[in-house]
């Protein structure tokens, strides 16, 4: 066992999941890499010193170029708004550091094709943190395609549907507001929620080749949290697309923050010729699951508690036994499970920047598509 | 085709309920026998002379001595309290009619028997209408046990939950209220819903041996519909009991018009070596369905979408096409069809008046062992 | 009370479905006209005769011009293919007869606009039997809407998922399988489901402006089912749209016959400021119900099971006692119900010929914009 | 921040649960205690040092006299087989540490009172880990109960559903089938899982006053796994017990390890005059509630998703945001900090050992009733 020394830098709600699964990591999942919360940047030094106090950071710092520099970190993972990722992610890939950036990788595909280029020349392992993947039901469903279960697919549906900005009064901007201000996210619900949902319809069913999008911006100005100040509102508020997969199937994506009664309800469902599959996050622990192999008169959905402990069910056996369900947070340690193994192993774990730079490629078609009222191609 | 007269005895939403599947059934199912409404009987002549001219009834009568008396009423319908099945009863059968009752049979097992002893006499047709056994779903239920799908069984589990009697301002008494009146209805919930649950396990799993109960009547005192005068309550208002079935499964059944929320919620679960079924009357055209043959990692309950137009699911084929679900009162179309065809071939229909029997003894054994407060024995 | 003769034309799975509403609707609503079956027309004249004599037809024929000139016929009821919707009800209109169509209206919009003209020439009362408006849950959420409490609507979703058609075994053409063949027809997906989702909407949110399409038909050959030859399939087999409404919220609409899984699982969801309806056919009698005027932590989606009795819920109080459901079928009996009641009253009765005309401009719209890969104006 | 050593004695799936939650709680809740992980012990040498490494324990030791006695352990959290509970308990209160004890907290009450005796005498903080009390949706339908939400109660309904022993070739003793042996454990499904119920029913109902049980043990014999030797079963196999509440409500209660399909399906339902109550174990962050005082039309079922972060559902502030679930394991993380919390200030945490003892009694009044088939008084 190796000590692998971490620097996180952003100690927001990602900060706080992914410090969580360097804590637990180990615990869970049997690693080379032991990681070590060795240094915390954040602007705030009382909040960040309370931080690195109560996740067990041994140091802090307001600088993250610091961070970025010291020799005896090994990982540099970047829970900082989306304006900010390209610059670090560089930095850190130019001193040789591995890489764990939060989603989206970038605010376009302008940055994230910078963000490649270096971590592919530093030769540094990297990895964007869609976690969902990770989600076991949700790596459930990856196999089962891969295994053939499904056969031909015909049609992939995903929508992310939220509700908390409904109300006007919600400001832009600022540390708990950011993912409304354009300059700081980049785009609204087509980098925060699509990036997710694209994500994994990439990995579970091939490029996407030409989308169709439609946006809207429901409330078109808000104040900024910081100044005070009325702005105009440059985010993407909704946006609906429909599209063409390489594979000859069609997708149909959704995300919005205006569906009252909605937490964080990413939801899918792939249709085969031969089986089908639904998914949603407010209940990530059990995958729905049609096999028209069934006997005709006993065909049903299956509601499938995907918490079995003999290893057939991605994940489980390091976990509890079987009825007793995870949650969100451990898709994280999973990730870091994963990251960490194929760091020590000098493999690159998926989804690679590489990898998230297709993702960045759909979102950039997406709302180019939405402006130009058009179909537009995505670029291989 | 064979015009057969139905003479219905009682007009509430029993009342209505028969009636619309003598008008439907032949619609559905091929019959020798056609059902013409032939004469309805009632107190009140203003009322029932208003049902038969919408139902269509041909004439109606306020003495049900007459409906039994008339030479052309071939089938008896007994759709009033409970305390008039059994005088009705005997009347019908001495008089050669065919006889469907509504549940329960009777009052207590006196009166079932002399009922049973009057129809087996007379030899004619006759069943009792414990109509949730055709609701499709429940069908197929039984149809797998009888395959052995499920192997042997450990467990029957059956609630019947209402909430419609919570308030002590409900009287009870008099035509819409009878079935708190212990003298019109024999006993509370334990007739009214308990015997249906029975009826179906019996049906499903065999025998009861034993039974061991408890009941509580949770507001002692009601005004009477009639008289207006404050009575004490005479039936249970909730009824719990656990039991042996001659197969060696264990029993655990709940009634109660005390559990806010549930409007009608009948419900059974069946727990076997190889699978296990659940149904709910709220959602009756569903059937679930774990196999534990299923590959281990693909288990699940499966919900049946009990709409098959294909006659692998019981009396489906003989409706819409898949996914469009029929109702409550469907259940009661299925009973005159299989009625009807059997009083053609001359076969007893299930259940018949000595299988109701069985459900009374079992019912009565319940009161017994809750006034007694231990083990009583089911009578053979 | 006063009699009024049915005409029947075609007598598949509709003319079922509409005979079982003449004949129950009497029993369950009162009404001024009493509907009489008096003449089914179909051109085998073994079946129809059978036909006749099991739902109690007085007559039939197999020229449906004998029954539109019969002067004792009052409404001529028209359940046959999409191509002979026209000219049967314009000569319908022009005998002065009532007249029942089966959706979609017609083949396209040029054929719709005969038929408007032909009724509001005539002034008879009309109809097309958009029966899923009158699911009790479907009116119940009209209600909902109608009363402001959803407040500004920004979502509107629909999908019709199906799986029956994913077998390139399935013939076209033919009297099974008419709705594979585009001449029949008129289109796929588009005339069969996404027309019943379009005409909820409209009536639920208001006129739609514009539309963007993408449509796919994934079996592109089939054999034809009466002449044995194979042929290009000319329906689309999947059919998805976003669109925007004329009250500014957002619609996203999709309908497929390859979604395994699905048997017939029309579903709806608005989301609005207020509060948010969830709807699905496979369980049509629960509406989904998400109020957040509800207090902040005892927040969640309602499922209401709409079988109350007192009136309280649309239709319901004409049928059984809370918690018993009802089905399909009955969504056709509401239809019968309202459309004779407003006919004894002068009055039109919703959707109108005119009215369908929209849905018809709608999906005319859809089809040119999947053709055209751009967004198309629906016109007024 | 004071540090508080840890003493671990048992490493099985209790060890890990526990030993996860010390490790988290500092990072989510702030508490004057910061635990580390001083001792575990286990007689596999080997097996107890790989876990000590994997969970970060400073030592360990194969006695656990020895950590009992060791000066610097400040809590000693016992996770070993049922009938060692009580010696170890009784020396760690003599040695004055503080004691969370695993579930049930003994084999009979004889142990039990011993053991409550034992901590009473010396006043060390004590707790027994009934921890599905702080799941927070159970914990939410408490706050609900205690402030008079549902009036009077009429039903509390439980069930624990597991199906892992249904194969006769399951042995019994041995490190992971001891539950099966009853000399380690005391009971079956009623020591492991009715105590669950029992606890959580105590506190959400108040005192259980009598029960009536029936008890059975499907398979009579089964393999030792450490001899061999194929032995008698001693265990109940399924236990069904109802009862009466103090407050006049009647309780209906079933585990089996024998329902085909249910892994761990701990359920509850409260029925009260205004409300009512279900949740279960296998979604266990949802709350199932149904209010009367909504408006008639609108009453269904909510699915409350209890993830709220604003502090009205309770432990929720600590965890992520609203939408994104936790899992079983956070149960035991809430149950350190409020144990942690309340010793810090010299308060009892809840259930105490004393509290816990009620539920042995009722545990055992269950056994005596299924022994002597009847009614059996529940001490006070």
Redesign the interface.
Same mark, same amino acid.
């Given at each position: 066992m190796k000590d692998l020394n971490i620097g996180l830098i952003g100690y927001g %709600?990602m900060g706080?999941?992914h410090? =969580?699964a360097y804590? /637990?990591v *180990?615990?869970f999942f049997?690693l080379e890499f032991q990681p070590r919360l060795a240094c915390v940047c954040g602007r705030n030094e009382k909040a960040v010193s309370a931080f690195a106090r /109560?996740?067990?950071y041994a140091s802090h710092t307001a600088d993250w170029r610091e961070i970025v520099g010291r020799k005896d970190i090994d990982l540099i993972d970047i829970c900082v708004p989306n304006h900010l990722h390209a610059e670090i992610a560089v930095a850190a890939a130019r001193a040789g550091k591995m890489i764990v950036c939060e989603k989206p990788l970038a605010r376009n595909v302008s940055e994230a094709k910078d963000m490649v280029a270096a971590v592919e020349a530093a030769a540094v392992p990297n990895l964007v943190s869609f976690n969902y993947r990770r989600v076991p039901a949700v790596t !459930?469903a990856k196999r089962l395609i891969d295994e053939g279960k499904l056969g031909r697919i !015909?049609?992939y549906?995903a929508n992310f549907?939220?509700?908390?900005t409904?109300s006007p009064d919600v400001p832009q901007g600022g540390a708990a507001t950011w993912r409304l201000d354009v300059k700081a996210a980049g785009s609204g619900v087509t980098g925060d929620l699509l990036a997710h949902c694209i994500d994994t319809a990439l990995w579970h069913n091939g490029p996407i080749t030409r989308v =169709?999008a439609?946006t809207?911006t429901?409330i078109k100005e808000r104040v900024h949290a910081e100044t005070g100040e009325k702005q105009a509102v440059g985010i993407d508020d #909704?946006c609906? %697309?429909?599209c063409?997969f390489a594979n000859g199937s069609?997708g =149909?994506f959704?995300a919005?923050r205006?569906?009252?009664?909605?937490? #964080?309800?990413y939801t899918f469902?792939i249709?085969?010729?031969? #089986?089908?599959i639904r998914w949603n996050?407010?209940?990530?622990?059990?995958?729905?699951? !049609? +096999?028209?192999h069934?006997a *005709?008169?006993?065909?049903?959905?299956?509601?499938?508690?995907v918490?079995?402990h +003999?290893g057939? &069910?991605p994940y489980m056996d390091h976990?509890?036994?079987?009825?007793? &369900?995870?949650?969100?947070?451990?898709s994280f340690v999973h990730q870091a499970a994963d990251f960490l193994a194929a760091a020590a192993k000098g493999e690159p774990c998926s989804p690679t920047f590489r990898e998230a730079l297709q993702t960045q490629k759909v979102c950039e078609a997406v709302l180019a598509s939405a402006r130009q009222? /058009?179909?537009v191609d995505v670029p291989e």
């Open positions: %709600f706080r999941a410090s =969580n804590r /637990q *180990g615990a049997d /109560q996740w067990g !459930f !015909f049609h549906r549907l939220q509700d908390w409904i =169709n439609m809207e429901f #909704a609906t %697309f429909f063409r069609l =149909n959704e919005t205006y569906a009252r009664g909605h937490k #964080a309800l469902e249709n085969g010729e031969h #089986a089908s996050l407010h209940d990530l622990h059990r995958l729905e699951w !049609f +096999d028209h069934d *005709g008169r006993e065909r049903g959905w299956r509601s499938i508690h918490t079995d +003999d057939s &069910q976990w509890w036994v079987p009825g007793l &369900q995870i949650g969100y947070a451990e009222g /058009q179909w």
